[in-house]
């Protein structure tokens, strides 16, 4: 699948705002697989595909964790979260993406896990860091992130956590697991 026909398939999907983020993360996630070794089409088309659910409501979402074998303790946070495994299998489902790398970088994509392969890290860090994001501290992550890819996605990932942290808000258990993962990565 070439990337217009990816970007045809998305568009339908998403609003006008999101598609265009979604644009911007694919941009930088070639840059970022061109940095560090990964190929760039598969790269641009986990990117084109990571928030494909994104706008499906709740309900929906919902209904899908319920039907497919995700663990069901994702119902238990918050619905922001389900996004990302409801799109890795709803794009197999309807768009015949099977692709299991990129199925994974879409899964992955909003809380990480431990044990990323260099596509989860790249989809990950560039929704993060896409030149549409404005939330503090994403400029020392840009930064990073033309250096150390393992850094940018750790520092990422421990952003979200104090964010989440100083809202009060629960943090989901893979979220955790990748921010001590890339600890362990990081020299
Ligand atoms: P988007 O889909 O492009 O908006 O970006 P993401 O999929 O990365 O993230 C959506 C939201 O999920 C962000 O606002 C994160 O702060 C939030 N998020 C990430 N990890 C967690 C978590 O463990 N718990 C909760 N409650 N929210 C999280
Ligand atoms: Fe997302
Ligand atoms: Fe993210
Ligand atoms: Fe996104």
Known sequence: MDRSEALTLVEPHLTKARFE??????????????????????????????DYAKNRNKDELRQWIVKESLPQHLLSYHHELWH????????????????????SAIRWHTTGKAGMSLLDKIVFLADYIE????????????????????????LASRNTISFLMSKNQ??????????????????
Not at 22 to 49: N, P, S, W
Request: net charge negative; proline share 5%; hydrophobic share 40%.
């Open 170 to 187: 629960p943090i989901y258990p893979d979220t955790f697991h990748a921010y001590n993962d890339l600890l362990l990565q990081i020299n």
């Open 21 to 50: 983020h979604t644009k911007r993360v694919a941009e930088t996630a070639t840059k970022l697989a061109k940095m560090y070794g990964h190929d760039t089409i598969q790269a641009d088309l986990a990117a084109i595909f990571h």
């Open 84 to 103: 990302g495994p409801v799109g890795a299998i709803l794009v197999k489902k309807e768009l015949g993406i099977d692709n299991e790398a990129v199925l």
């Open 131 to 154: 030149p549409g994001r404005q939330f503090p501290g994403v400029e020392e992550v840009r930064t990073v992130a033309d250096n150390d890819l393992n850094l940018g996605c750790w």
